[in-house]
């Protein structure tokens, strides 16, 4: 009986179809990486009976990265990435991925991919084949891998698509590498040289990152040119005629407005002294309104984003979790019309019992309308609610997003809006006046799309032709002309989708990274303001080279790798072609960079005239300013070098005392009274001194050998979270509060409170871990017979038990043997000493 091994995009989804599949006689059992779980059953495929395992993977198995020193800002020059070499890393290196599912594929047959319908998607299949192969032979073969085409959860798709297997699609999956190896190196080329340049020389930047996007800059460079026409604007005065008729009813002037005063009064000066307004001519026609498309992912952000108040990459969020839970069919697709063997009312005959949506779509049945025809795309079938769900199902916004999808797919099988418009037009002394009524005849999709209704229903007051009405006001109005707005991200949407900046995936998370940047603020009504930082480098890039915040050159690429996923262009000429593209704007801008720089100059504060004085520097002995703003940095103007400093928290000056390397002042990080805290020197922190030491490292990571502070000398064990770190004995908060950090995770145990000095000794327990010495003063001491001074065990000392708590450690992690080790200060993680099972039992009860 052949076993065939089947793998899904995310564990949740590999769940759901698994249970499709199986008819709901699964086996599920826990993978050894802890995050994905192999669902089991007994069936048929290709005709013969066969072992199915359903598991999953969690996103992208590798990502691209450089390799070796190219990964360090500080070791090789941003021009190299343009041909530094790359390679393939685990994405996620702690779920273990290619172990995970090598070790699943054992002993199978066949590869079944049920990844997401997309270009991402595809190249993910390619991923998990490139991880099995050690253990499927043949495994690019059409007869042991095959893909699964679906796009909705449901047990018609699913079973359809097992059903009607096809081949995975290497261009489209080659099409993802060209992209990713594009952004990677003209992403970090551009953002290494410029946040280094930068940040080196202004203090209030207020950004961790100067980053640079092929997709994000000209993506910001929309709100930006948008936020240079406000400013530009310049306001003019208009004037025009009022007229306000019995039953008071405002007319319409047909010159609608005159720029220059004095003609507007002579056209006044006609009208005033008139008394009667005779009706010369009454036209009513029939209008409409036309049915929404079918729902596609761009109008769902725009929708979302506009109607709803939910940001775009909040409402792909959903709408993916909406899609996995089998609510909704597959939300990333450009196509408009629905498949001409779609079951719409199949779809909609679900909603007849909802209290919610019933009588409509009972409505809609009776009266049932073909929808409209829009674009087919070839992708994906437009975006339909696929099941009923209760309110109770969902937290408000997920409840409201699927309320509008739910709402417009049945708005797409309604009548158009039919309303009948009548016109009355007027003439008073030679002047033509008109006024305009509505009144509805059929609420058509509007009775689901309430939203869209047609507000009130205007009973228009019956004129005929010759009737004299008398007139009630004539005024002579004054007003201005008014700038547009700041771009919505709805409006925003549309321009990228226009100008072809990004896909229906990425848009969202574009918009996300010019706002998490600092580059733009969202206000009122979700308008993309752009902040002094996003502003002027944006106009920086206009005075060096406009093309790249242009959309023009990055909607050629996209053009090009649309050619690679269809065959009809070489991945690697495209891919040389556009790096060496962009490697000459690099060196074209990093060669003009003054010109960008002196709008910098303007804007924003040198590092020397920003910050407060804090702490001494080694060198010079001079105070060196303290810049909070991010990202965080020491900054000695007498010999111009810069510090950065760990994010998240307050850097203060540790008891004026100085590391024995360097003679820089110690400073203590915290990131508030329960959160992380640890000593460090500035000057080590940013160029660790011994090689077993990473950068951005504290004292707690130190191994000096003498140093009081160092891990050496304070370190006490193992980290009962994590696996690689050790608890240090922090004392930048004593005497008021001692305790244990890890070094490595968030673990914090709070120790010996009140106690007037704690110490790490030299002896080591039964355990690994190094005794300590707490001492209190006699009228506080929590020792039995007035002891004010005690040694042992922090882990196994009976009397030191109720004197510990550990408050904070990181989410989601258990604790079991092989993470709490003790460890002595000083050994390497090879040298651990073996626990006894029992004093481990006794640790894991306690901390559990």
């Known amino acids: ?170 261009n489209e999956a080659r099409s993802v590498d060209a992209r990713q190896e594009l952004d990677l190196r003209v992403g970090c080329a551009f953002t290494r040289f410029q946040t280094k340049f930068f940040q080196g020389k202004y203090g209030d930047l207020d950004s961790s990152l100067i980053s640079f996007g092929p997709c994000q800059t000209p993506t910001l460079g929309f709100c930006v040119q948008r936020h240079d026409e406000i400013q530009q604007f310049k306001p003019e005065s208009f004037w025009y005629v009022q ?171 309604s009548r158009d809006l039919k309303y009948k418009s009548t016109t009355t037009t007027f ?140 065959g009809t262009a070489d991945f690697r000429a495209v891919t040389k072609h556009a790096i060496e593209i962009f490697r000459l704007k690099f060196l074209y801008f990093v060669k003009n960079i003054a010109n960008m720089d002196s709008l910098f100059e303007v804007s924003f504060s040198s590092l020397a005239e920003s910050g407060k004085a804090h702490s001494r520097c080694g060198k010079c002995r001079r105070y060196m300013k303290y810049i909070q703003q991010k990202p965080a940095r020491l900054h000695c103007s007498h010999c111009d070098e810069t510090y950065v400093l760990p994010i998240g928290g307050i850097a203060r000056v540790y008891r004026e005392l100085k590391c024995p390397l360097d003679d820089f002042e110690l400073l203590a990080w915290s990131s508030g009274n329960k959160g992380r805290s640890f000593p460090f020197c500035p000057y080590c922190y940013n160029n660790p001194p011994f090689n077993d030491m990473s950068r951005a490292s504290g004292c707690n990571n130190c191994t000096h050998p003498t140093c009081q502070h160092s891990l050496i000398s304070l370190g006490v064990s193992s980290c009962i979270e994590c696996e690689k770190g050790v608890l240090v004995l922090d004392c930048t908060s004593s005497p008021k509060n001692w305790k244990l950090g890890c070094n490595s995770c968030d673990c914090i145990i709070n120790i010996f409170d009140d106690a007037v000095k704690v110490s790490v000794e030299e002896d080591t327990c039964e355990c690994g871990s190094q005794l300590m010495t707490a001492v209190y003063k006699q009228e506080k001491t929590p020792f039995p017979d007035g002891i004010t001074e005690k040694k042992g065990c922090v882990f196994c000392s009976s009397e030191f038990a109720p004197l510990i708590e550990k408050h904070k450690a990181v989410e989601n992690r258990r604790l079991n043997s092989s993470r709490g080790r003790g460890r002595g200060r000083g050994r390497s993680h090879r040298g651990r000493p073996k626990v006894p099972k029992d004093k481990m039992s006794q640790l894991a009860a306690y901390f559990v």
């Open 1 to 170: 009986m052949p076993n065939v091994l089947m793998v899904a995009e995310k564990p949740s989804l590999a769940a759901s179809l698994a249970n499709i599949l199986s008819n709901g006689k699964s086996s599920s059992r826990k993978g050894f990486n802890g995050a994905c779980s192999i669902h089991e059953w007994t069936g048929s495929f290709r005709n013969q009976p066969a072992k199915f395992k359903f598991t999953s993977v969690c996103g992208h198995i590798n990502g691209l990265d450089f390799t070796g020193k190219y990964n360090s800002w500080d070791r090789c020059d941003p021009c190299d990435l343009f041909g530094a070499p790359t390679e393939k890393k685990e994405a996620t290196p702690k779920l273990k991925m290619p172990a995970f599912l090598s070790s699943e594929a054992r002993g199978c047959e066949y590869l079944v991919l049920w990844l997401d319908c997309d270009k991402e998607g595809e190249n993910i299949c390619f991923e998990v084949m490139d991880a099995v192969s050690d253990q499927i032979r043949n495994i690019r073969s059409p007869s042991v891998t095959y893909r699964a085409r679906f796009s909705a959860i449901t047990d018609k798709d699913i079973k359809h698509a097992m059903n009607n297997l096809v081949q995975p699609n290497e």
């Open 243 to 413: 007229v306000t008729i019995e039953p008071e009813l405002k007319l319409d002037w047909q010159r609608v407005r005159i720029f220059e005063k004095e003609i507007a009064m002579i056209f006044y000066n006609i009208v005033k002294d008139q008394r009667e307004a005779v009706v010369e001519q009454v036209t009513s026609k029939d209008s409409f309104k036309s049915r929404p498309l079918a729902l596609n992912t761009v109008e769902l952000m725009r929708c979302a984003s506009a109607g709803l108040g939910i940001g775009p990459h909040t409402a792909m969020q959903i709408a993916e979790k909406l899609y996995t839970q089998g609510y909704i069919s597959y939300p990333r697709t450009e196509t408009t019309t629905y498949p001409a063997n779609f079951d719409l009312r199949g779809v909609l005959k679900q909603f007849e019992r909802s209290s919610d949506y019933g009588e409509d779509a009972r409505n809609i049945l009776n009266d049932f309308v073909t929808p409209r025809k829009g674009t087919d795309c070839g992708d994906h079938p437009p975006i339909t609610p696929m099941k009923l769900a209760h309110s109770s199902d969902f937290d408000s916004d997920t409840r409201r997003l699927y309320d509008f999808i739910v709402r417009h797919f049945m708005g797409t099988l």
């Open 427 to 566: 003439n008073i002394n030679g002047e033509t006046f008109t006024a305009t009524s509505n009144v509805l005849i059929d609420a058509g999709y509007t009775k689901v799309m309430t939203w869209q209704a047609f507000g009130k229903n205007e009973l228009a007051t019956l004129f005929q032709v010759g009737d004299r009405v008398k007139m009630k006001e004539v005024k002579l109005i004054e007003s201005q002309t008014g700038p547009p707005s700041y771009l919505t991200e709805s409006d925003l949407i549309s321009l990228m989708e226009k100008h072809g900046i990004g896909t229906d995936a990425s848009i969202p998370v574009h918009i996300n990274n010019i706002t998490q940047r600092n580059y733009v603020t969202i206000e009122s009504g979700r308008k993309l303001k752009p902040t002094t930082l996003g502003i002027v480098l944006v106009h920086g890039y206009q005075k060096i080279d406009p093309e790249l915040v242009l959309p023009t050159m990055r909607s050629a690429v996209e053009k090009q790798l649309n050619l690679i996923a269809h």
